[in-house]
């Protein structure tokens, strides 16, 4: 057996050479529109279904429990992000399909992800709403929802969805390295970032605004059609060379080994990891729980709709502050961006226990989205400063990666559970009881995630080889 047919050997080949089929052409608009246009249709999913679909059903199914029942679906979910894009990366790295490397995988994990949004739908035109749980403890609660059939497929079709989303974003991630020449990376990069933007931007106020008053079935058929039709334009619509020859299999074993990066000998790598760790440990701790929060807090009953206009706006006010964040970190230094980003919306974030309207909370949002755009738009170039090797630089980037998806995995269930500690009030109302979740709950949230932001600050003042 030769060298390169052993398995254990595989992973340190060099992959066999795909040439971009755009190599030395002038993209066109046309053909960054096609190359970046999954992108929308993968946000504009997340922004309907995380921040106006997925709390309403919750409050709907879940009456009684609705903020442990959401952290438990949010954590859940984040584990598909977890784990997916290490497998399906390495998996579409050595695809021999004829259609190219990237597309089959994608266009798998859409089928995949569609399959997923039918699921919740019927599951939940068909529930009913769940009695309260009557534990006291969050393990006890969480066996209660899992115990009722309909929650129970409402949970597993939302685990799909995940599952598929991430089979097809983990391709797709590949995509630009492989198609698009390092000098003109930089476009393509903005063009995805604008389709970040508009992605969630058009979900998010689409669903709260434009359809808030239709039923469900019709928001899922919306979200499905935008993501099946968006996402064949760039499945259709790019052009990948096939693998000339197959490559070795992968030793999972040796691979899984491979991904430990040794914080002693790459400590700047590991601090930059922890810190965009705290940093989104805040972040998805706040989040998931904006539709309640405006319940419970503001006073509003039907809150997709100012949910809505905070997402818009924050993003708004994101992309703004990601551009002029990212010429700022070129003059004065990356940290310095960071420092007064995370001091900004650390502060913010404490004065959101004090908003008590809708203009307060927008305004607050301003500030918020201001501050966290400047923070995202050095957060990728810290990551690429202080990989260990450019080399192995995907593998390393997804490394990196899980510093996102491992929070988002523990915030939810944990913000969760604090809300629901500090208790909650039943009270009569003429369409059933109306349930009110306490103040000082999402106080003490808001101080997590005030302490998380403030120590990914503090924290990154360890990273020595960038200024």
């Known amino acids: 057996m030769s060298a390169t047919d052993d398995p254990i050997l595989a992973e340190d080949l060099e992959l066999p050479a795909a040439p971009s089929p755009y190599l030395g052409k002038a993209l066109r608009a046309s053909d960054h529109i096609k190359i970046s246009a999954y992108w929308f249709a993968t946000n504009f999913l997340w922004g309907a279904l995380l921040v106006i679909m997925l709390p309403g059903e919750v409050k709907k199914m879940v009456p009684y429990d609705r903020i442990s029942a959401l952290g ?64 006291h403890n969050y393990l006890g609660t969480i066996a209660f929802f899992l115990q009722n059939p309909t929650f129970l497929i409402y949970t597993f079709a939302y685990l799909i969805v995940n599952l598929g989303n991430n089979i097809a974003s983990a391709a797709y991630s590949g995509v630009i390295p492989d198609l698009i020449e390092q000098e003109h990376r930089g476009l393509a990069s903005g063009y995805m970032a604008l389709m970040t933007q508009l992605g969630t931007l058009f979900g998010a106020v689409g ?26 334009i760039t499945i259709l619509g790019i052009k990948e060379t096939p693998l000339a020859i197959r490559p070795p299999k992968i030793h999972w074993p040796r691979y899984v080994k491979s991904l430990w990066i040794d ?22 701790s706040v989040i998931p729980f904006i539709n309640y929060y405006f319940v419970d807090v503001i006073g509003i009953e039907k809150p997709d709709g100012p949910a809505s206009e905070l997402t818009g706006i924050l993003l708004v006010a994101a992309a703004i502050s990601a551009i002029y964040g990212g010429i700022l970190s ?16 650390a502060i913010i974030s404490i004065s959101f226990i004090f908003c008590r309207t809708i203009p307060q909370v927008l305004v607050a949002g301003v500030i918020f989205g201001l501050g966290f ?30 510093s996102m998806t491992l929070p988002q995995a523990i915030a939810a269930p944990f913000a969760g559970e604090l809300i629901s500690y500090f208790g909650k009030t039943v009270k009569p109302g003429p369409e059933g009881d109306i349930i009110h979740y306490t103040i000082p709950g999402y106080s003490a949230v808001f101080i997590l995630c005030a302490l998380c932001f403030a120590m990914g600050a503090y924290l990154l003042k360890n990273v020595r080889s960038v200024r």
């Open 263 to 284: 914080p002693k000998k790459y400590p700047d790598f590991a601090w930059v990891w922890i810190t965009r760790a705290l940093v989104m440990l805040g972040f998805y």
């Open 72 to 135: 438990l679906l949010t954590g859940l979910g984040a584990f598909a992000a977890l784990v997916v894009p290490l497998v399906v990366g390495a998996l579409s790295d050595r695809c021999a399909s004829p259609y190219g490397r990237r597309r089959p995988y994608m266009a798998v994990g859409v089928g995949v992800n569609l399959i997923g949004l039918i699921m919740m739908c019927l599951a939940f035109v068909f529930s009913k709403p769940l009695p309260p749980s009557g534990s």
């Open 373 to 402: 755009g400047a923070y995202t738009s050095v957060d990728w170039a810290l990551g690429t400063d202080v990989l260990p090797s450019k080399k192995n630089a995907g593998k390393e980037m997804a490394v990196w990666h899980i």
């Open 330 to 345: 070129d003059r004065i230094g990356r940290k310095k961006v960071v420092y007064i980003a995370n001091v900004t919306i």
């Open 207 to 232: 669903c709260g605004l434009l359809l808030g008053k239709q039923p469900e079935a019709v928001k899922y058929a919306v979200v499905c059609g935008a993501l099946l039709l968006v996402a064949l």
